[in-house]
Nanobody
């Protein structure tokens, strides 16, 4: 059973930065894609980044390009990060990490097959 766990969320003020981490339990995930998503109250889930298996390629939707940076750990490809900069109150959401064991990267429109429980990020004004 593959486990995906997010950590590092919290309460921050507008303009602050935060780095959240995703760790996975399976060694096979070193060869597969991972992605970051978020869901705000009353809104649909939104994709933030799709990272290929090596971390050498990252896809960002146009809506979030510029303030968020996703990356895989240089030494352990089972670990992924999401750097959140210049946070705004509208970034308040539950942030999810997901792993796709069917593909080498996570792409828009195709849900990964393993998901974490999410970590809450709250941005105060």
């Amino acid at each position: 059973q593959v486990q995906v766990v997010e950590s590092g969320g919290g309460l921050v003020q507008a303009g602050a930065s935060l780095k959240i981490t995703c760790t996975t339990s399976s060694r096979t995930l070193e060869r597969y894609g991972m992605g970051w998503f978020r869901q705000a109250p009353g809104k649909e889930r939104e994709m933030l980044a799709g990272v290929n298996w090596s971390g050498s390629s990252v896809y960002y939707p146009e809506s979030v390009r510029g303030r968020f940076t996703a990356s895989k750990d240089n030494f352990n490809k089972k670990i992924m990060y999401l750097q959140l900069d210049s946070l705004k109150p509208e970034d308040t959401a539950v942030y999810y990490c997901a792993a796709d064991t069917q593909r080498r990267t996570v792409v828009p429109g195709i849900d990964p097959d393993y998901w974490g429980q999410g970590t809450q990020v709250t941005v105060s004004s």
